[in-house]
């Protein structure tokens, strides 16, 4: 199915996980959101991970080429992080994971960030604050904030609580982040209202059996 039909899913209440989340079989057929360059900004912009400006001088100054070569490694990062995650979901990182993280560790090295004083909110206590900003160089740049949203997912949530969707054929992860920590699905909506209808269906079959 072409990614331009439907909307990219965020369901997972953690970007890195949202990256991962980026192939997915919404319906009947897989939906690959990052499988070219226009997809890559596309999927970008819907995930608010790069500031519109910031994505029309990537699509004007870069090629068509370069921006496939960089989707193209943004897929070789997802597949990379999602052996990852889905070893390690379910329980507790350790100090020891840390060798495992170095290809992560390697890209963030290549960022380019700043820090940048900045005028505050109207009704904000102080004048001023200081703002993060990132330099977005070239096509590349697009995988810095991915980058970033990875490495918060690691240093910030408690992997105990990192699920992969209950429902049979679904590959979405997320962090639950629920009271109780019961939550199974990637949404009521999707998988979430699908077992509910098969629950349903399954009753009806065993009272006309019965």
């Known amino acids: 199915m072409d990614y331009r039909e439907i909307p990219a899913i965020f369901v997972a209440d953690a970007a890195g996980l949202d990256f991962l989340n980026s192939i997915a079989t919404p319906v009947d057929e897989p939906v690959d959101w990052i499988s070219d360059g226009a997809g890559l900004l596309a999927w970008s912009e819907q995930a608010g991970l790069v500031p519109r400006a910031a994505l029309a001088d990537i699509r004007t ?17 997802r597949e990379w992080f999602r052996g990852f995650v889905q070893k390690r979901k379910g329980r507790a990182l350790s ?85 109780g920590h019961a939550r199974r699905w990637c949404s009521m909506a999707l998988c979430g209202n699908r077992a509910k209808v098969a629950a349903h269906r399954k009753r009806i079959k065993e009272q006309e059996a019965g």
Not at 61 to 77: C, I, W
Request: glycine residues 2%; proline residues 3%.
């Open 95 to 179: 100090a020891k994971n840390l060798r495992e993280l170095e290809p992560l560790n390697r890209l963030l090295a290549r960022d380019e960030q700043h820090r940048e004083i900045v005028a505050g909110a109207s009704d904000a206590a102080t004048v001023f604050e200081l703002s993060h900003q990132r330099r977005w160089r070239s096509a590349e740049s697009l995988l810095m904030p991915i980058a970033e949203a990875m490495a918060k997912l690691v240093c910030d949530e408690d992997f105990t609580y990192v699920k992969a969707c209950e429902g049979p054929k679904c590959t979405l992860l997320f962090a639950d982040h629920t009271r």
């Open 61 to 77: 100054q870069s090629t068509a080429a370069e921006l496939d070569r960089v989707a193209e490694q943004a897929r070789e990062l």
